[in-house]
């Protein structure tokens, strides 16, 4: 079975200031690893996933995150963080194709609220 | 292109009755997941479904079911309903084809058990 931990429930920051949300994760096996926001009254939306390859991933909205094995990190960045970044961000996790078993299913961390002040 | 959609929006409800939420996926996708999220557990995988056929499951009740239709359409039933219950629904769709997939997620069915 796989975990995630996100270290912070909730990061305060000001705008324009850079943040990182953290996450780890737990597995016997490997892994997908994802990152999801959630405005708002809304639904989750893709950030950045990774799957192989380069250890660092860039996603959509200048946000990127940076796989770490020998941690088992995978903590989310952005240089320079807007009001509009004010939101909940998920962590998750898959088992990487193994019979199948992981199709739709991840395991998400707990959540990290980030707030951006003026 | 539409989204994925989930209706209703908001549904209150009794100790002991049922309800059935409904998701239309995007069009072409055949997976579509179900998952529970409240403040104090957070977001947990219920089932997927693809190609009317359910392939996965998490660690929920028996009161917890759910369906999947020939257009892809998923139902998602809970029987019984207990406090406990209230949560908002979440579904997600996908190709179905791999662990490494977007899931595009639906806005979410608010259910109140009252």
């Known amino acids: 079975a796989q975990s995630v931990t996100q270290l912070d429930s909730q990061v305060p920051v000001f705008e324009e200031a850079p943040v990182e949300l953290r996450c780890n994760y737990s597995s016997s096996v490997s892994v997908y690893l994802f990152w999801y926001v959630q405005y708002p009254n809304q639904g989750l939306q893709l950030l950045l996933k990774?799957?192989?390859?380069?250890?660092l991933v860039k996603g959509i909205n200048g946000f990127e995150a940076e796989f770490n094995k020998s941690q088992t990190s995978f903590h989310l960045r952005k240089p320079s963080v807007h009001i509009s970044d004010t939101a909940e961000y998920f962590c998750a996790v898959t088992r990487s194709n193994a019979g199948g078993t992981s199709y739709g299913k991840l395991t998400f961390g707990q959540g990290t609220i980030l707030t951006v002040h003026p | 292109k539409a989204g994925v959609t989930q209706t209703p929006r908001y549904l209150i409800k009794t100790r002991g009755q049922q309800v059935t939420l409904s998701c239309s996926p995007i069009?072409?996708?055949?997976?579509v997941s179900w998952y529970q999220q409240t403040p104090g557990q957070g977001l947990q995988f219920l089932f997927e479904?693809?190609?009317?056929?359910?392939?996965n499951k998490g660690n929920f009740p028996g009161r917890f079911s759910g369906r999947q239709f020939s257009n892809s359409r998923s139902e998602m039933n809970v029987s019984t309903l207990e406090l406990g219950d209230s949560a908002l629904y979440l579904c997600?769709?996908?190709f179905g084809q791999g662990g490494n997939e977007k899931l595009f997620f639906g806005s979410g069915t608010q259910l109140s058990v009252l």
């Open positions: 997600a769709s996908s």
């Open positions: 069009s072409g996708h055949r997976s």
């Open positions: 990774y799957l192989s390859g380069s250890t």
């Open positions: 479904y693809f190609s009317e056929t359910q392939r």
